[in-house]
Structures are given as C-alpha cells and as structure tokens.
C-alpha cells in the first residue's frame, strides 16, 4: 500500500483475484482481457483495465463484477478545449470507450451488450461541467455474472482508495 496526493493504492494481487472468482466468471473476464489487448494495439491506442468493487473483497456469487477502463488521450485526439464544455468532451470520449468495448463483446461470442449507460449532466447542479456519470456499458454473459465497463475520465485523478485488480495495461500503441 502506497500513500500518493491523498490516494490510497491498493492493488489486490491479479492470480489471487482470479482464485476467488467462480470459474465461468474468470474464463469471462479472461476472454474480455485478451481481447481488449488486441483491440487497443490494433486501434493504436492505450489504457488500463482494472477490476474494482465487491467481487475483490466480498463473498460470491456477486450482482455483478465491475471492471473500470481508462483511456489514455493520444496525440491526435480532440482535447478538451475542442469542446464547448466537459459533457461534449465526455461525450466525445466515450464514443471512442464505446467503440473499444462493443468491438471487444463483437468477439466473443459468449458475450453480448445489455446496456449502455452514456456520460450525463447531474440534474441536481445544471452544469455542463458536473456529471452524473461518465458512463457505463453492461455486458450480459451466456453464463457467469453481469460485467459493468465502467469509464473513467482521462482527467481524472490516478489512484483508487479501495482494492482494484490491474487487469491489464497497454501502456503502447500498436
């Protein structure tokens, strides 16, 4: 456990993780993690997928296992000045989330998308610049548990004050 900015890192080790889970569910998440990899480097792209919540540290079976993906801007992305405020910027972002994810379940055919869940202003501030969320993509399995792709913001901070999982890292583009 590292200390950084007020951020706590604690980072479950990835064989233990996979131990705790049922069988189906680590052949799912398997599948999902190969397969991002493939993507990312034929999209020229980067990021990290990590699992997070429950299904690290509370007994099974779970509602669903979240997994969190955070893209890695690129040189030749639109950046967030392009953009007439932090919901279109969002927006624009997970379009891009959405491609690699939809592409990820088109090839695996055990999986298939149930939900899409797009970034949202926060009714409650009527600010462009506060979200609701950043969205989100449920992937059902023929067998096994829910999987919730959850997107986190590339402006967002590093660091997770729960357990994760570093699922895996493409930290080079193709």
Known sequence: MTEDSGKIERQVDRQDYFERLPEIDRKNIRAIVSTFDEVLREKERRGILKAVGGTIDKPHPRKDIDITLRLVEEEADKNIDDFPDYLEYSRARYTIFQDIIREVVSRNQNLEIEE?????????????????????????????????????????EAGETKPYVLLTEVLKAA
Do not use: C, F, M, Y
Request: no cysteine; glycine share 4%; charged share 35%.
């Open 116 to 156: 899409e869940i797009e970034p949202t202003i926060d009714e409650e501030h009527d600010n462009p610049s506060i979200l609701k969320n950043d969205g989100t993509i449920k992937i059902r399995t023929k067998a096994g548990t829910l999987i919730e792709v959850i997107r986190i913001p590339e402006t967002a």
